[in-house]
């Protein structure tokens, strides 16, 4: 399976790298391919190291003015030449999708790829891993949306929760 992953690019502290480390090491293990930023850096870098450290394959998708970050031991790497182009390759590659914690550029791919689920545009499981309850603000916000009736389709066809990376990876193995 082509698992694209959503996450930070920044170094950040062990109780959000522990839980992507496990989710890696999984991916790889189980003879999947990660999809992701194609950045050599955070932890992006911490992701990809786990995954061809278990035997995972590496599908890097970085933008041109990243270019310079990006990791030269990718199995592939494309070079995009605008952030949107990048996203559009990112859902293209993959058969289902992890978001990890991040900024507001992994907030903007997040919400991207839930609105286009929402309208039938994909049907690939989304799974927001919840590293030390990073996204408890964002699941209180969709629950509040489909409560409201602000969603379509039920929360529960749109986006999954998981706690760690073994329930991450059972979900989109569940799902896809």
Known sequence: MNVCVFLSAADLPEHYTAPAREFAELLGKGGHTL??????????KVV??????AG??????????LRAK????ADEMVVTPDLATRKAELLRRSDAIVVMVGGTGTLDEATEILELKKHGLHT??????????FYDGLAEQLQRMDREGFLPLPLSDLVHFAADGAAALALIQEHA
């Not at 999809?35 to 992006?44: A, C, I, K």
């Not at 990809?48 to 450290?53: N, P």
Request: aromatic letters at 4%.
């Open 124 to 133: 690939k499981p989304v799974v927001l891993l919840n590293s030390a309850g």
């Open 48 to 53: 990809a190291d786990g995954v061809r450290e």
């Open 56 to 65: 995972g394959r590496l599908v890097g998708v970085s933008v041109e003015f």
């Open 35 to 44: 999809v992701w930023g194609g950045s050599e850096s955070g932890l992006m």
């Open 70 to 73: 990006a990791r030269a031991d």
